[in-house]
């Protein structure tokens, strides 16, 4: 030790024990910022609830076997009303029996999600996330999203301007109307593509009258037949020279307590009603019902009239799908004899149409709520009472659910109940499954036909200076080209206009 470092080693010693001295008389609190970390893992908040997409033995996921923008497929439909009389006098020959092919078609669409992540965002959550993973598995989970949505809601071809009549009553109260006022009414039809995406609409069908002259709290009521493809209707309010978006509804028909001057916000009380835009401010003159950009899904397909390239606008092809649609009329699904009305409609129209039960009914879960809560507060409920056993008499479950329902129309066969958020409330889908007609060919009713199926394509980073996220990152996305080949619409029903 050199000389001197002794002294000096002491007053060091000195000093030290003199800024400890000082830190223990000041305290330790929390404020010195002294702590540490506690990292929780990463969560996600996304619901990904895909019932349409994951049920591969409804709708299997095919990869064509030959590249093509089109599916072609030909089929030959039912003409059995059509047939000449069978029964001929004797040495007669019998008559000829009536074919009807229809070459049928459903273009392939692309549906896409693209992702991004840096190098440095990769770098600076290393040993918490892999950054690049949880992107590529989120932009899965949003194509997953839409790849359901389009199964259902896909839709290429017009609804067109509303071919009403429409209705328009007065009252004298419950609203804020003037007697004596011109009220104008316009009302656009929105197909599912629209009211879960674009919000887009039909070209406005419009009417107008005069309130009654003796009261100030006026209301006007306007109501539509239901449209074939439209699943919610947006309601125009106004006068002669511009009518203003009022509401929503999910049934063809709205009460106007109202006249406005501007356009009003959208009803939040709709479930995954989309806020992507707002409908339009005033009534439309355009077509916005539809996108080229889409496949025709479940809805589209079912109800579109057979046509050159695909499902065209009904009453504008070639020929009708035969399937079965219903109108209930803006009523909410009653109890009668035990069972459901608009289900008994359906099940007993479907087999007058084709001898077929559906599979499952495809509904909303408002629909589905308002169903089980018919049925289980009715006398024809019947309550199962578990043995004296006292522990099962003291755990009992309360609540229940209608999971099935029997289709009396077909000698009792079970329809499954399904609930699907992506299918507008006041829809219901009749979905058949199996068509076991006599050579009919029909393995899958439907298919999810792919050119290729949920891939992922990465892309060259390109340099990009001065700007956010233009250094060194990967581009990629994920993708599938496919349609919905529906193989049967005559053995669909769809309902709508259910409040």
Request: negative net charge.
């Amino acid at each position: 030790m050199p000389p001197g470092a002794t002294a000096d080693l002491e007053l060091l010693t000195k000093e030290t024990l003199e800024i400890l001295k000082k830190a223990q008389t000041s305290g330790l609190f929390v404020s010195t910022g002294i702590q540490g970390v506690d990292l929780s893992g990463l969560v996600s908040l996304v619901p990904v609830n895909v019932p349409a997409r994951n049920n591969t033995s409804a709708f299997p996921r095919v990869i064509a076997g030959e590249g093509a923008q089109v599916a072609t497929w030909r089929a030959l439909l039912n003409v059995n009303s059509g047939q000449s009389d069978a029964a001929v006098g004797v040495d007669y020959a019998g008559s000829l029996t009536n074919l009807s092919e229809q070459d049928v078609f459903a273009p392939y669409r692309p549906l896409a999600k693209a992702g991004r992540v840096t190098l440095d965002a990769v770098a600076v959550a290393r040993n918490y996330a892999d950054a690049l993973a949880v992107s590529e598995l989120q932009t899965l989970n949003q194509l997953f999203i839409f790849q359901d949505l389009y199964i259902i809601n896909g839709q290429n071809w017009a609804l067109g301007t509303p071919a009403g009549p429409l209705t328009l009553t007065t009252a004298a109260t419950g609203g804020s109307i003037a007697s004596g006022t011109v009220v104008y009414v316009s009302v656009a039809a929105k197909s599912g593509y629209n009211y879960f995406v674009s919000n887009g609409n039909s070209p406005a069908l419009t009417g107008h009258l005069t309130t009654g002259t003796t009261s100030s709290t006026g209301t006007v009521t306007a109501s539509i037949p239901a449209v074939k493809g439209a699943v919610a209707y947006d309601w125009y309010v106004g006068t002669s020279a511009a009518q203003y978006y009022y509401t929503t509804t999910t049934i063809a028909s709205a009460t106007f307590t109202n006249v406005y001057t501007a356009a009003q916000a959208a009803p939040t009380t709709l479930p995954l009603l989309t806020t992507l835009a707002a409908p339009p401010s005033t009534a439309p003159t355009a077509d916005t019902s539809f996108s080229l950009n889409n496949y025709n899904g479940l809805l589209a397909s079912t109800l579109g009239d057979y046509g050159s390239l695909g499902p065209v606008t009904p009453g504008t092809g070639t020929a009708a799908t035969g399937a079965t649609f219903i109108d209930n009329g803006g009523n909410a699904p009653n109890l009668s004899g035990g069972g459901i009305d608009i289900l008994d409609t359906i099940n007993d129209k479907l087999w007058a149409s084709v001898q077929l039960s559906p599979t499952a009914y495809m509904m909303n879960s408002l629909q589905g709520d308002e169903i089980s809560k018919a049925i289980l507060a009715s006398s024809s409920a019947t309550t199962f009472l578990p043995p004296t056993d006292a522990d099962a008499r003291t755990n009992l479950a309360g609540g229940g659910y209608i999971g099935r329902y029997v289709n009396r129309a077909a000698g009792g066969v079970p329809v499954a109940i399904e609930i699907h958020p992506r299918m507008a409330p006041g829809t219901i889908v009749a979905r058949t499954d199996r068509v076991p007609f006599p050579g009919s060919n029909i393995g899958s009713v439907f298919e999810v036909r792919c050119q290729y199926d949920t891939m992922r394509f990465d892309y060259a980073a390109n340099y990009t200076a001065n700007t956010l996220g233009g250094g060194p990152r990967y581009d990629y996305e994920i993708r599938s080209l496919e349609c919905l080949v529906n193989r049967a619409p005559v053995a669909q029903a769809i309902a709508t206009n259910i409040a």
